[in-house]
């Protein structure tokens, strides 16, 4: 059985850092992606950065470049995503989910939550002083 179980959320200041983690087990594909979402309330589910775990490429939003890296370590099955210079903006619920389709073979990794079929439960990044 596929899960996923992020952690390392928390409150921070702005301009500070967090790095949330994601476990991934039970998958026994040669290819998947793993993708960094968040909500924030009152507002749509928006992806933030997604890597491919087999070629290692990665996608990021716009809003986070230069700010956000996610990076995986396969040896541990965990995908992390580094997060500096936050503003409270990026208070959210930060979910990491995973796509599986076979479309991986020929594409990157994408933002679009619909391609997404594997979901953690959640963790909270708070960003207040």
């Known amino acids: 059985q596929w899960q996923l179980v992020e952690s390392g959320g928390g409150l921070v200041q702005p301009g500070g850092s967090l790095k949330l983690s994601c476990v991934v087990s039970?998958?026994?594909?040669?290819?998947?992606?793993i993708g960094w979402f968040r909500q924030a309330p009152g507002k749509e589910r928006e992806g933030v950065s997604c890597?491919?775990?087999?070629?290692?490429?990665?996608n990021d939003a716009d809003s986070v470049k230069g700010r956000f890296t996610i990076s995986r370590d396969n040896a541990n099955n965990t995908v992390y995503l580094q997060m500096n210079s936050l503003k409270p903006e990026d208070t959210a619920v930060y979910y990491c989910?995973?796509?599986?389709?076979?479309?991986?073979?020929?594409?990157?990794?994408?933002?679009?939550?619909?391609?997404?079929?594997?979901w953690g439960q959640g963790t909270q990044v708070t960003v207040s002083s």
């Open positions: 989910a995973a796509e599986t389709s076979s479309l991986l073979l020929f594409r990157q990794c994408v933002l679009t939550s619909r391609d997404y079929v594997v």
């Open positions: 039970g998958f026994n594909l040669d290819y998947y992606a």
């Open positions: 890597i491919h775990v087999s070629k290692g490429s990665t």
